[in-house]
């Protein structure tokens, strides 16, 4: 039992790392129906970012809270201005192409990012240990223990979806997204700047990715090329799983599936081997007999 | 101050197109003469730079490709063509030759001053053209859309130089050692082949095939079959090309799924995967558990059928997905197949595969040894080539034919339109999955050749960048068109072969690719004449000129 | 034996009642007319009766068998559509346009398709034909070999009924067929269809367009909030109270 809850925790942690990405998949698809396969990527860049900074430019002299403060600072910038670019350079010339096109854009933006970061960065193909600047330490709740990491990981998530989601519901900009999502042609006649909108939604969609990065960095260093790929995809399960373009389903599909992860692991024979797929099962399985999601609403065929 | 740096360039380049007419016979002239005066002066200090660099009045090497693409500007010096589309194309690529041939030179020779002065004047003429071309007024009435109909034995001997032109081409590509040359062979062949499209060339010939078809089927069948007497007995390339074979027959299988009925499939590679593992375990290797042996058609059969089982097992439940949907859980589902053969290893070798599968055998022939043909050594490849020239000209067959019937309109309108076509009858998911499992059974018999090809098969081969790979192929090449997808796993394999220099940066190379293929040509090299008008709205008028029905879209 | 009989044909989305207890009865070569105000639930009901939406609950059935509940079969056997969003394959040519519709009617299958056998011979040449002919009947014929996203808005809806018509049905449901069009196409219109119930094929059409309706209908039924308000000729429709007080208000 303990034993159990021990698992649980551990997903929440994962969950909450899938949550953070899952937001950024959700939104983009939420405004302009993309999958943007190379937000994992973005991701990836956001922690490459961070690092940078404390390995080339940060004193080793500066107090390590404000350090970290620094790294995800930068990380998040780092995230957020790739994404407008990406969208920028590869997909808003492809707004009102076919279907496919956007999708095979956004493959091939993300294997070029991933193949940058492993050519041009200073010895990129190998792992960098991503510098552990919160204090060690571990609670114990009744025999379920966690260290001080998993708990800042939590709650800087919870943090950011909270602050993401007064934003969205409450903040003019926050209502110009929702309207846009609703229906762009409608907005764009009310008076609201789509393209402006999709900008600041890949931007928001990177500000949380590249928090993501950084929290990725603190519970499984080291951090490499590779890391957004798989990460992505869980990530975009999450979101489905939710309900994709529904915010609070990002987050609840990000923690269910964390959970499922962490309980599978441990519980299915075999399943630390297959861990990377128990995502794609729960993928499936969501499209196949739930595809709007835990939270999404059944959408009517236009007819 | 780049702003105002930029301003003054454009009143510059307005006020040199005002004068355009004028000035750019002359322009072009000075620079013709500048560029053929340049190409047979030295262009290195120092010898040993490929294709004599260091020799004067002997154009070898990239200088070759400039003066290929010269006659563009001698056409405008004596005001026989204005095509400024066209020409750009031309003095661009050649000016891209000369820069990345005078920046190979500066790298092996250790600095700009072993670049001779050959270089510097050609470099000067290469400017001189395409500020010709600039200053050009726009092209403005485009060319006829319709061409002239020749007489037959003229528009036979079109088509027979056309192939005849084509294989030449290849060949020598294939000859040319020096990676830095082969890139100036590449810059020069794209800019020219944007020249001549531009010209309307493909068009035409497009239109000519439309109606030349069987005569040019079996010219392409016979420089095909030529190939391999080509090589010397070589086997180098004739592996390669028995590997472009394989990829190509299951790069059309993707064609049916993405480029007809519009589905994207992004873990294709793992039908391809089950092909190849049923080879190793039931073929000649005899590795499964049964130890058995089964002839080689047995297996391709046996292949495609337990692949294209799979490919129905995955899309029944799948294929109601949203389009997008649909490619992440393909994905989810190729992903899975590496996992399951990586994990579970009783039979399958685990991480490590299956190697040293043996040649194929069918009697007394071995695949693996070198046969004498009409007097020539062909190289044990040579078996494997044909073999796939087989497999892909019956893949291509079966794809044209569907194409062309009520099963492969049937897909097409799924494409355009999911709910309109069920209004028509078309049940929507069985044809989809139809199409799923065509596609899973013509990537599970090309996969049992790979297994023989490559001699081994491992779970590292069949990765979701394989199914990227094998979705570029389609891409590149046309989506929907018979030719395109060959064309397409011939590129993306034979060029990484030749710019092995430059193998670390490849998978860069190829996502970048990927991205501007979407943006600027995402109908691919061959377009389905379909897809082109998709792509690029046209403006009313154009019917299409191929009658319905004919065998290529 | 009527051709189509709707009876208590109810859709409920959620809470929102969009049809309820609708019936209607087409005969064998009529033509009958749906008219309502915006959301009366119009369209809703012409997807029941064409298998795209399940009704919550009632009794469709189509020369006497039940109707089927997935759209490729009710095409299968004999309703037809069109949209009120035109929904041609825009890069098809009109004339494959057309010969998707005969999907239905014939039989090849993959195997006839790759050997071209003697019956693929016949049904492609048949499809071909019968395509034409459809054309030729609504007027496409010059445009044959043009996609069907270049044509203009009236030889659209033209290609959608000739499309349409390839299915062989022997009822077709017209969605605002005359939605966009001018005078002078809505003219051109009227004598289409009556040229389509002059090929023996009955007629259901949604239509906001009243001289349209009442000028060319045997039958026609208001639909209001869902329900069925009033059914019957065009002259005792136009003069009852409830449709006049339906559509200008109540006073």
């Not at chain 1, 790392?17 to 993309?34: D, E, F, K, N, S």
């Not at chain 3, 009617?105 to 019956?119: C, E, M, Q, W």
């Not at chain 3, 049904?123 to 010059?142: I, K, N, Y």
Request: aromatic share 8%; hydrophobic share 50%; net charge neutral.
């Amino acid at each position: 039992m303990q034993q159990f809850f021990q698992q649980l925790s551990d997903g929440l942690v994962l969950g909450a790392l899938y949550a953070l990405i899952a937001l950024g998949y959700t939104m983009v698809y939420g405004i302009v129906q993309l999958i943007n396969f190379a937000h994992g990527e973005i991701f990836m860049v956001g922690a490459f970012g961070g690092y940078t900074l404390y390995h080339y430019v940060l004193p080793s002299s500066l107090p390590s809270g404000i350090a970290l403060l620094l790294v995800l600072l930068v990380a998040m910038l780092t995230s957020a201005l790739l994404a407008a670019f990406v969208e920028r350079v590869a997909y808003r010339p492809l707004r009102n192409a076919p279907r496919l096109a956007p999708l095979i854009t956004a493959i091939g933006v993300s294997i070029a990012l991933q193949e940058s970061i492993r050519l041009f960065y200073p010895n990129g193909s190998v792992g960098k240990p991503f510098p552990q600047l919160f204090p060690r330490g571990t609670v114990d709740l009744g025999g379920v223990t966690l260290t001080y990491v998993d708990l800042f990981v939590i709650s800087l998530a919870l943090v950011l979806m909270l602050t993401l989601r007064t934003f969205v519901f409450r903040s003019a900009t926050g209502r110009a997204m929702r309207a846009t999502a609703q229906d762009p042609d409608t907005a764009r006649l009310m008076g609201v700047d789509t393209d402006r909108i999709i900008v600041i939604t890949f931007v928001l969609g990177g500000l949380l990715a590249g928090a993501a990065g950084v929290l990725q960095g603190m519970i499984a260093s080291p951090i490499d090329f590779k890391i957004g790929f798989i990460a992505g995809l869980k990530a975009f399960t999450a979101a489905v799983l939710g309900g994709i373009g529904n915010i609070t389903g990002a987050v609840l599909g990000g923690f269910t599936l964390g959970i499922v992860e962490a309980l599978a692991t441990q519980y299915v024979p075999n399943g630390s081997a297959l861990k990377d797929s128990f995502a794609f099962v729960v993928l499936v399985l969501v499209l196949v007999f739930r595809p709007t999601g835990l939270l999404g609403e059944s959408v009517r065929s236009r007819a | 101050m780049t702003a105002a740096l930029l301003d003054r360039v454009a009143t510059s380049a307005e006020r040199l197109r005002s004068h355009g007419t004028r000035l750019s016979p002359s322009l072009a002239a000075a620079a013709f003469v500048l560029v053929v005066v340049g190409t047979n002066l030295p262009w290195a200090t120092f010898s040993g730079f490929p294709g004599l660099m260091s020799l004067a009045l002997y154009p070898a090497g990239s200088r070759i490709y400039v003066l290929a693409l010269a006659p563009a500007l001698a056409l405008v010096a004596v005001r026989f063509s204005r095509r400024r589309q066209a020409g750009l194309a031309a003095t661009l690529a050649l000016l891209a030759v000369v820069v990345q041939t005078i920046i190979a030179i500066a790298r092996d020779g250790g600095g700009l001053v072993n670049v001779s002065v050959g270089a510097w004047v050609t470099l000067l003429g290469a400017l001189l053209g395409v500020a010709a071309f600039v200053a050009l007024p726009d092209d403005g009435a485009p060319l006829p859309r319709s061409w002239p109909v020749l007489p037959a034995l003229v528009e036979a001997l079109a088509v027979v130089f056309a192939v005849a032109a084509s294989l030449a081409l290849l060949v020598y590509a294939l000859d040319v050692e020096a990676p830095s040359q082969f890139v100036g062979f590449l810059l020069a062949l794209g800019g020219g082949l944007v020249a001549l499209n531009r010209l309307g060339l493909f068009e035409w010939l497009g239109a000519l095939y439309a109606r030349r078809q069987a005569l040019t089927l079996v010219l392409m069948a016979a420089a095909a079959v030529t190939f391999p007497f080509t090589q010397g007995g070589s086997s180098y390339w004739l592996r390669v090309a028995a590997n472009v074979g394989v990829f190509a027959a299951a790069a059309i299988g993707l064609n049916v799924v993405v480029g007809l009925a519009g589905l994207l499939d992004l873990g294709y590679i793992a039908f391809f995967g089950v092909g190849a593992y049923v080879a190793a375990l039931y073929g000649n290797a005899g590795l499964g558990p049964s130890r058995g042996h089964l002839p080689f058609l047995a297996v391709i059969v046996l292949g495609a059928l337990v692949s294209g089982l799979v490919g129905v097992l995955i899309g029944a439940p799948t294929l109601r997905l949203r389009g997008d949907y649909l490619a992440i859980v393909t994905l989810g589902f190729g992903e899975i197949f590496h996992t399951l053969v990586n994990t579970y290893d009783a039979y399958t070798g685990g991480p490590n595969g299956l190697s040293n599968i043996p040649d194929l055998r069918q009697g007394s022939f071995d695949f693996g040894l070198p046969h004498t043909v009409f007097g020539v050594e062909l190289a044990g490849f040579a078996n494997y080539y044909y073999l796939e020239l087989v497999l892909v000209a019956l893949v291509m067959f079966v794809f044209a034919r569907l194409n062309a019937s009520r099963i492969g309109r049937a897909w097409v309108a799924i494409r355009e339109d999911e709910l309109a076509a069920s209004a028509m009858g078309i049940n929507t998911v069985s044809y989809k999955l139809l199409a799923f499992g065509i596609g899973a059974t013509l990537a599970g018999a090309s996969g049992t050749v790979q297994a023989h090809v490559a001699t081994q098969v491992s779970p590292d081969s069949f990765v979701f960048l394989q199914s990227v790979f094998l979705l570029a192929a389609v891409v590149l090449g046309g989506m929907g068109t018979v030719p395109g997808a060959v064309v397409g796993a011939a590129i993306l394999i034979a060029v990484p072969e030749k710019l092995r220099a430059f193998s670390d940066y490849r998978l860069l190379l190829f996502g970048l690719l990927l991205v501007i293929l979407m943006r600027f040509r995402p109908e691919g090299m061959i377009p389905s004449r379909r897809r082109q008008r998709e792509f690029h709205d046209a403006d009313g008028a154009d019917a299409l000129s191929a009658p319905p029905g004919s065998a290529v879209a | 034996m009527p051709l189509l009989e709707a009876q208590g044909v109810t859709k409920r989305f959620g809470g929102l009642q969009a049809v309820s207890h609708v019936d209607l009865t087409v005969e064998e070569g009529e033509i009958v007319g749906v008219i309502g105000p915006n959301g009366a639930g119009k369209t809703t009901f012409f997807n029941c009766l064409t298998g795209m939406e399940t009704p919550t609950s009632g009794r469709i059935t189509f020369r006497g068998a039940p109707l089927p509940s997935r759209p490729d079969r009710v095409t299968v056997a004999g309703v037809a559509r069109t949209f009120q969003n035109i929904r041609l394959f825009h890069n098809m040519t009109v004339l494959e346009n057309v010969l998707v519709g005969r999907h239905t009617r014939n039989r090849t299958g993959v195997l006839a398709a790759i050997g071209r056998g003697p019956r693929y011979r016949r049904e492609e040449r048949d499809a071909l034909d019968t395509a034409r002919e459809l054309l030729q009947f609504v007027g496409l014929s010059p445009l044959a070999e043009h996609l069907a996203k270049n044509l203009n808005y009236g030889d659209q809806r033209r290609l959608e009924i000739a499309r349409a018509l390839a299915t062989d049905p022997g009822l077709l449901l017209l969605d605002e067929p005359t939605a966009g069009m001018n005078p002078n196409e809505t003219a051109a219109a009227v004598d289409l269809v009556r040229a389509v119930q002059a090929r023996g094929v009955s007629v259901v059409l949604i239509e906001h367009d009243m001289r349209f309706v009442f000028g060319l209908c045997d039958r026609v039924a208001v639909l209001v909030q869902g329900e069925k308000l009033v059914e019957g000729t065009p002259q005792e429709v136009q003069s009852d109270e409830r449709v006049i007080a339906a559509y200008l208000g109540r006073p």
